[in-house]
């Protein structure tokens, strides 16, 4: 008889880290009690998506200021959006807390996610006073793609070399499987407009350039710029956020797995 197959840890494959799992119980939570729970059956109107989904007309005109965060909590009441964001979630974010830390990977999941939102509001605008089309302005928006999508840029640098299967069947290396998801997200809009039901491809969109931003900045952020001590020598030594998959890697000075 042949040797039995060792069984698979998935939680070195797909760890399920701490902030992970508190952002899937959260969106799950207000999925199953706000959603569908509360507007499904005892509200006349979907007020909590109303006032927690983004609304460009809302945030500009009646300062919902909450809404570039909230919107990321706000799933639509068909289960499938939900299950394919905790998902990718639960895939993409374990990895990359487990390599940056809780503390830095909750500033990136939310930096991505605002300024996607951001983003997102000022090309509305845009769009709407070039088309006359207002009704972009006033269509909500919702999930935590636009999150995810930053979350994917970032492990297409961090992880590019390894080898993921998209479809569930075709191997390929990460970053070419990031660089397909934004190129067909970009397609996506151009053929079929800024928003496709509640799901804005304009968000998802600015998730993965506010992620693909923040990661170039950030070490020079964490630097202290091009400030100079004695001899005119930095002070700071340069940090590193984006390296080659078989150096070690380190985030703010600290080597992988910090908290």
Known sequence: MGRRAPPIDFNQVMPLTYFVRILIII???????GVVILEQNFLSQPYITMYLSLTPYDLLKHFFIWQPFTYLFIHAASPWQLIFNMLLLWGLGGQLERLWGSKFFALFYF????????????SAITYALIS????????????????????????????????????????????YFVALLAGLEIVLVLNNGPIQGKVAGLAQVGGLITGYIFLKIWPKIKGGGSGSGRGGKSRNKKLRLVVNNDEEIIVDDKPKYWN
Not at 111 to 122: D, E, N, Q, R, T
Not at 156 to 164: D, K, S
Request: glycine share 12%; aromatic share 18%.
């Open 111 to 122: 930096v991505s996610g605002v300024g996607a939102a951001f983003l997102y509001s000022l």
């Open 132 to 175: 006359g089309q207002g009704a972009i302005l006033v269509a909500p928006i919702l999930g935590s793609s636009s999150a995810l999508f930053g979350l994917l840029v970032a492990y297409g640098i961090l992880f590019g070399e390894q080898t993921v299967y998209f479809m569930f069947l075709f191997a390929m290396k990460a970053k």
């Open 27 to 33: 969106n799950v939570a207000v999925w199953f009690v």
